[in-house]
């Protein structure tokens, strides 16, 4: 006999994870899906749809030949690990212990995981700012942190120091930082990283900074590591990875440098939840942290042109935008269009209306805007696109675009 419809769902809802529950699928992915089945033209996901540098692929193709096709050490392959190091003192001073500070991880995604897994106890605080790159908020749920949102505020992206300061307490184990930004593009300056670290310091806690945008930076903006920041060495938590700087999202290698403490229970949790990276790529990635200054130099200067496009593509489209200094997003503000036509499923906010009629209608795929909120009317007026395009997909772009003005 099977159960009636009612009992099925409680035993159901027994058997699945209250915190799964919490968070929906990303709507960044989901987006890019919506983009396929649509035939759009997808400035939603931040993925490169251009070739990677020859030079990585190469290395790759030759890792495998080599026979570099089993298990790397689960903390990471040693020539990567080297290079992370070599490279992270090459560019902003500040030296790690390869075999005891820094874990190789399957993309940063993981890496962040594997950190809050590693750092949060129940009833332990992290401060957010927010708008928030959406995996912050699954990061949190999963590990089980309670969230502090602090907002950062249009036109420049600044936060209020007295609203920071509050956000902290005795239960703050880390503030969550994110530079450069996405989705704002905000990159935090040295006072403000100073201010934050007066906090971190007051509160003992740590900073887990996400720095994948690191080499993407615009009008002279300088990227500075918290870690590098006097006195935050120690408790600060660096995430980073393969995927922006060099254009191969789907390699999914990343790593967390962190002082020996936190860094024995990450290799742990990184362990226990993938074993390691892929060896032929941890392979290839170090041959790429030793590309030269000039490398990094042409990628800042490609996407600084890519820019100016979609910021003018975007501009005469009627959307308001918010000018980025790092990062490859522009979010938008879409109160000039008139929204009310819209057809709405439910409590739809603009923002998500919008989006979907932007990628059925119109044929561009953008992520909306309540996907970096806390509370989704925050975001009901915005939707971020990314520039992390080619040319021909930024000029098909701006020809859908413009009937959208029309
Ligand atoms: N970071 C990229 C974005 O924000 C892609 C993230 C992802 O989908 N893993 O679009």
Redesign the pocket.
């Known amino acids: 006999m099977t159960a009636p419809d009612s009992t099925m769902a409680q035993i159901s809802r027994r058997m699945l994870s209250a915190k799964a529950e919490q968070f929906t699928e ?1 709507v ?2 989901e987006m ?1 899906r919506l983009a396929m089945k649509h035939g759009a033209v997808n400035l ?4 490169p749809d251009f070739a990677a540098p020859e030079e990585i692929k190469e290395a790759a193709r030759k890792a495998i030949a080599d026979d570099i096709n089993q298990y790397a050490i689960t903390w990471g392959a040693k020539p990567l690990r080297d290079a992370v190091v070599e490279k992270f003192e090459r560019t902003q001073g500040v030296k790690y212990d390869p075999e005891r500070e820094i874990t190789i991880c399957c ?1 940063s ?1 993981e890496a962040m995981m594997s950190a809050m897994m590693a750092i949060i106890n129940p009833g332990d605080e992290i401060v957010v700012f927010e708008p928030f ?3 912050y908020g699954p990061d949190a749920i999963l590990s089980g942190a309670t969230p502090r949102f602090v907002k950062l505020r249009t036109p420049d992206w600044s936060f209020d120091e007295k609203e920071l300061t509050a956000a902290f307490g005795p239960h703050t184990k880390a503030i969550i930082l994110n530079t450069p930004n ?2 704002t593009g905000k990159v935090f300056t040295r006072t403000e990283l100073e201010f934050i670290r007066d906090l971190c310091v007051r509160w003992n806690a740590y900073c887990v900074t996400d720095e ?1 945008y690191e080499h993407i930076l615009y009008d002279g903006a300088e990227h500075i590591s918290m870690a590098c920041i006097e006195g935050m060495r120690d408790r600060t938590i660096v995430i980073n990875g393969l ?2 700087t060099y254009s191969v ?1 789907g390699w999914r290698v990343g790593w967390v440098l962190a002082p020996p403490g936190p860094t024995q229970p990450i290799r742990k949790v990184h362990d226990f939840l993938t074993v390691g990276a892929a060896a032929p790529l941890q392979q290839a990635g170090a041959s790429a942290l030793h590309f030269p200054r000039s490398y990094y130099d042409k990628l800042a200067a490609t996407y600084a042109g890519k820019r100016e496009r979609l910021l003018k593509i975007l501009t005469s489209a009627g959307f308001t935008v918010f000018k980025p200094r790092g990062a490859y ?1 522009i979010m938008t503000g879409i109160s000039r269009f008139d929204l009310a036509h819209l057809a709405r499923s439910g409590s739809e906010t603009d923002d998500v209306a919008f989006a979907k009629y932007l990628v059925e209608k119109v044929g561009v795929a953008v ?1 909306p805007g309540s996907s970096f909120y806390n509370d989704a009317s925050d975001g009901a007026s915005q939707v971020r696109f ?1 520039f992390c395009k080619k040319e021909e997909t930024l000029a098909a772009a701006e020809e859908r675009l413009a009937k959208l003005h029309a």
Do not use: A, H
Not at 44 to 47: D, E, K, N, Y
């Open positions: 990303s960044i992915r890019t939603s996901q931040g993925f993309g995604t790159y959406e995996n996405n989705p994948i995927s922006k999202t997003y992520v990314t």
